[in-house]
């Protein structure tokens, strides 16, 4: 009985403080204009959409927690493919270590496309220390020039495993369980996993802007694959069936564009049903990153010349974020340029932020990222202006087919 008036107590402070949001919102509504309540449903709808993707798909790479019961499967065989076009330094620093790893049974498949350094010189040495690398080779023709998915092709014939393990010259697992790690997803009704490949930390701020470039992406499709909702993978740490790349005429549908063997390829294949994720930490592999500006901005500009070859609801996906992202920072500017409730406006950029950092800092714990977490701020616009930049220049002027 002594409850009762604490408990009455408590619901008129509810109601009074729910009156009292009320009448705030009334007085703010009718001293604001058409045009400012256009801007700030347009800011609150925009926020509710932004704080969807970072705690929904996002949330989910952060908190990622493997189940322990999950152990390798080493009984079953994997084919890793390597392609590589005059990767002779890669080769000799790289390739040993993924022929050290520890696991069973597996054999490696190198093929060698049209190198003209020493890379062949490399690989026959490399073949006589191991037993489990195996090398084709594919010679030059002057009339006849090819993308790197026809070098996959040829080493996805030659293998002798179901399960392919696909990553490039310049790739390094972080240790010898990478491809223990992903064997504990061979199981159930899975044909495609996806992993994390990284970059190696280096000096200098291009080097974790692109490095946090990596981060974002691979924050968006590997959280939408634990959403239920796969869009994409990248090749330098990608996993799926021999028997899924034949039964989709592998590359058929896209083999005349240069690039997408690994995101168009997933894109088409890729369900909530036969797609799982693997983020534990000796399950990455790092890669180099361009050194110079120009470099990675041609690199970035291949990659996203595939992007309006996506599944419309792919695209949806992709365009939503950065829409929302357009809306919200237009909208909260104008509001403030106009003085209107400046330090509410504020306050919810502020919000966005602290949300938005605390997801990125839990997804750099998960991905073993570090000192990018400042960067997220500029990134937010920086991105902007410069996958716009990408796009218009893909556009006007269409860049000239290369290998990789």
């Not at 620093?93 to 993924?98: D, G, V």
């Not at 365009?319 to 929302?324: A, D, P, R, W």
Request: hydrophobic share 45%.
């Amino acid at each position: 009985m002594l409850l009762l008036p604490y408990c009455l107590t408590q619901k008129c402070l509810i109601s009074l403080s729910t009156l009292k949001f009320l009448f705030t919102v009334k007085e703010i509504v009718s001293n604001s204009t058409v045009y400012e309540l256009a801007l700030a449903s347009v800011l609150i709808v925009a926020l509710l959409v932004q704080l969807y993707y970072y705690l929904v798909p996002y949330l989910k790479v952060a908190i990622y927690k493997k189940s322990i019961s999950n152990k390798s499967l080493e009984s079953i065989p994997i084919s890793v493919i390597i392609c590589a076009r005059d990767e002779e330094e890669n080769l000799e620093k790289f390739l040993p270590q993924i022929l050290e790893q520890d696991y069973l049974n597996f054999e490696v498949i190198v093929v060698n496309d049209c190198s003209s350094d020493n890379s062949q010189y490399v690989l026959d040495r490399l073949v006589a220390k191991y037993p489990k690398l195996r090398v084709t080779t594919i010679k030059e023709d002057e009339k006849f020039s090819h993308s790197k998915k026809l070098a996959l092709t040829v080493g996805i014939k030659g293998a002798k495993n179901e399960w392919l393990v696909l990553t490039d010259a310049d790739c390094k697992p972080e240790g010898k369980d990478w491809l223990a790690s992903i064997s504990t997803n061979f199981s159930g009704n899975t044909e495609v996993i996806l992993g994390y490949g990284g970059f190696f930390s280096e000096k200098g701020f291009l080097n974790k802007l692109i490095r946090f470039d990596g981060l974002f992406i691979a924050m968006q499709y590997l959280g939408f694959a634990l959403a239920g909702k796969p869009y994409m993978g990248v090749g330098r740490n990608l996993a799926y069936k021999k028997d899924t790349f034949f039964n989709n005429k592998g590359f058929a549908s896209h083999s005349h564009i240069y690039s997408g063997d690994d995101d168009l390829f997933i894109n088409e294949v890729a369900k909530k049903s036969n797609t799982k994720v693997e983020l534990q930490s000796n399950s990455f592999t790092r890669t180099l990153a361009e050194n110079t500006y120009k470099k990675w901005e041609n690199q970035k500009r291949r990659h996203i010349s595939t992007s309006n070859r996506y599944r419309f609801s792919t695209k949806i996906i992709l365009v939503g974020e950065v829409l929302s992202r357009v809306l919200f920072f237009g909208a909260a500017i104008a509001l403030i340029v106009l003085q209107y409730y400046p330090w509410v406006i504020a306050g919810t950029i502020l919000f966005r932020l602290i949300i938005q950092l605390s997801i990125i800092k839990g997804v750099m714990n998960r991905l073993s990222e570090k000192k990018l977490l400042l960067l997220s701020p500029l990134y937010d616009f920086y991105s902007l202006f410069f996958y716009g930049r990408i796009w218009l220049l893909n556009i006007i002027n269409p860049r000239k087919a290369t290998w990789r």
